[in-house]
């Protein structure tokens, strides 16, 4: 097992150089955050937060604040696994373990899964953070392009086929955010669900399925990738940070208990009981989906705008998927370097993500850039596009404004 921290020489470069959060600490005063991932303080449940732990603390005085913990922890895992039910994925005790958020869920699945030997499969563009957690472990990738369906997995199985007549290694482990993926706000189309776990079975590879944004749905949400798994190939990885408070760290993993056992073995945190306990407060005297309906109709709305004002401001020649559901609109930019188009941004007064965070390749994400609808309220979204639509008008190449 690797324990050493290192990253491939084009990403240690690219982030010594440019780390992605260095600026978003940084932003100018009053400028639009369309570059923030994360909810609006409207949308956080801040004041029934607050009641849950004045209940907490109020009926179990001290016990909450101790190593073992408040008896409601076990009443958090008993909700995750009667959601997961819901959404056609029966998970035994020995088959859930909550973590530290999404990223936790991760960072022990690619401790318990790889090696420094190991290949990990990964969407092209994916969630950062996921690419910083598997460098610490192996350097040995590949990366399936996403087209407006989601992973082309087509490509993979072309990229699969040909390793094997090789004789080259296969990936023993797929990362897919397959439901409103970071950054591009795709979903992977049920036939390519179907696909992907064909593709698993055949080529002997187990999927990592990352669902934060996957309760986000602006319409009926497909089915998870765990539930279609009859093979015991998906570790499914789920959050209540995007719906409920990114800041409480509240995730969870259900996968076969062969892998559940060793994820325990390595989750050395003691579980943080009272951020459990206030969770289970919470949802206690919540309508989760109740709750989810409030935040989806927001997200809608926003996302809307969002759409509707890069109609009206960005030039004809920049391109973007529409998602279903999520945070995140991908915008391409024809012949710009979205990386230093963003300091022309900043000074007109907003802010986005350059693509380039999000590949392996950063070359290949130079022309890219990623919006968020769940920060900024709507009539913030509009003046962000609006000057965002001017910065970029400046700077596209003649040839590339006439397509």
């Given at each position: 097992?690797?324990?050493?921290?290192?990253?491939?020489?084009?990403?240690?470069?690219?982030?010594?150089?440019?780390?992605?959060g260095q600026w978003l600490s940084t932003l100018p005063p009053?400028?639009?955050?369309?570059?923030?991932?994360?909810?609006?303080?409207?949308?956080?449940?801040?004041?029934?937060?607050?009641?849950?732990?004045?209940?907490?603390?109020?009926?179990?005085?001290?016990?909450?604040?101790?190593?073992?913990?408040?008896?409601?922890?076990?009443?958090?895992?008993?909700?995750?696994?009667?959601?997961?039910?819901?959404?056609?994925?029966?998970?035994?005790?020995?088959?859930?373990?909550?973590?530290?958020?999404?990223?936790?869920?991760?960072?022990?699945?690619?401790?318990?899964?790889?090696?420094?030997?190991?290949?990990?499969?990964?969407?092209?563009?994916?969630?950062?953070?996921?690419?910083?957690?598997?460098?610490?472990?192996?350097?040995?990738?590949?990366?399936?392009?996403?087209?407006?369906?989601?992973?082309?997995?087509?490509?993979?199985?072309?990229?699969?086929?040909?390793?094997?007549?090789?004789?080259?290694?296969?990936?023993?482990?797929?990362?897919?955010?397959?439901?409103?993926?970071?950054?591009?706000?795709?979903?992977?189309?049920?036939e390519r669900r179907k696909h992907v776990l064909a593709l698993?079975?055949?080529?002997?590879?187990?999927?990592?399925?990352?669902?934060?944004?996957?309760?986000?749905?602006?319409?009926?949400?497909?089915?998870?990738?765990?539930?279609?798994?009859?093979?015991?190939?998906?570790?499914?990885?789920?959050?209540?940070?995007?719906?409920?408070?990114?800041?409480?760290?509240?995730?969870?993993?259900?996968?076969?208990?062969?892998?559940?056992?060793?994820?325990?073995?390595?989750?050395?945190?003691?579980?943080?009981?009272?951020?459990?306990?206030?969770?289970?407060?919470?949802?206690?005297?919540?309508?989760?989906?109740?709750?989810?309906?409030?935040?989806?109709?927001?997200?809608?709305?926003?996302?809307?705008?969002?759409?509707?004002?890069?109609?009206?401001?960005?030039?004809?020649?920049?391109?973007?998927?529409?998602?279903?559901?999520?945070?995140?609109?991908?915008?391409?930019?024809?012949?710009?370097?979205?990386?230093?188009?963003?300091?022309?941004?900043?000074?007109?007064?907003?802010?986005?993500?350059?693509?380039?965070?999000?590949?392996?390749?950063?070359?290949?994400?130079?022309?890219?850039?990623?919006?968020?609808?769940?920060?900024?309220?709507?009539?913030?979204?509009?003046?962000?596009?609006?000057?965002?639509?001017?910065v970029a008008g400046v700077n596209i190449p003649a040839a590339?404004?006439?397509?």
């Amino acid at each position: 097992m690797k324990t050493d921290f290192h990253f491939s020489k084009d990403i240690e470069m690219a982030f010594k150089n440019d780390p992605p959060g260095q600026w978003l600490s940084t932003l100018p005063p009053g400028c639009l955050r369309l570059s923030s991932g994360y909810p609006a303080p409207a949308l956080v449940p801040s004041e029934k937060i607050k009641l849950a732990v004045a209940r907490l603390l109020d009926e179990e005085r001290d016990l909450p604040l101790h190593y073992l913990g408040s008896p409601r922890v076990p009443q958090l895992k008993e909700f995750l696994r009667q959601r997961m039910a819901q959404r056609g994925v029966a998970a035994s005790d020995s088959e859930l373990i909550v973590t530290s958020g999404a990223c936790q869920a991760i960072d022990l699945i690619a401790r318990v899964i790889l090696d420094d030997e190991a290949v990990v499969a990964v969407e092209s563009p994916t969630y950062m953070e996921a690419l910083e957690i598997f460098q610490n472990y192996t350097e040995h990738y590949l990366a399936i392009p996403i087209d407006e369906n989601g992973l082309q997995t087509e490509l993979l199985a072309d990229m699969l086929a040909d390793r094997k007549e090789k004789g080259q290694p296969l990936p023993r482990l797929l990362y897919t955010i397959p439901t409103y993926q970071n950054p591009t706000g795709t979903t992977l189309s049920p036939e390519r669900r179907k696909h992907v776990l064909a593709l698993a079975e055949q080529y002997d590879f187990l999927i990592l399925e990352d669902d934060a944004y996957g309760e986000l749905g602006f319409y009926d949400s497909p089915s998870l990738l765990k539930a279609l798994d009859t093979n015991n190939r998906v570790m499914y990885v789920g959050s209540l940070s995007k719906v409920v408070a990114p800041g409480m760290r509240i995730g969870w993993v259900v996968a076969d208990s062969r892998i559940i056992d060793p994820l325990n073995w390595f989750k050395k945190d003691l579980s943080h009981p009272f951020d459990q306990a206030t969770m289970a407060s919470f949802l206690e005297t919540t309508d989760f989906d109740e709750h989810l309906k409030f935040l989806t109709n927001a997200y809608e709305s926003k996302c809307a705008t969002m759409l509707s004002a890069l109609e009206e401001f960005l030039p004809p020649a920049v391109s973007w998927f529409v998602p279903k559901g999520g945070y995140f609109v991908w915008v391409k930019i024809p012949g710009v370097d979205t990386s230093k188009l963003l300091p022309e941004a900043l000074a007109a007064g907003v802010s986005f993500v350059p693509g380039k965070y999000f590949f392996l390749n950063q070359q290949d994400g130079l022309e890219y850039l990623r919006l968020s609808f769940s920060y900024a309220n709507e009539e913030e979204i509009v003046k962000g596009v609006e000057l965002l639509g001017q910065v970029a008008g400046v700077n596209i190449p003649a040839a590339e404004d006439k397509e």
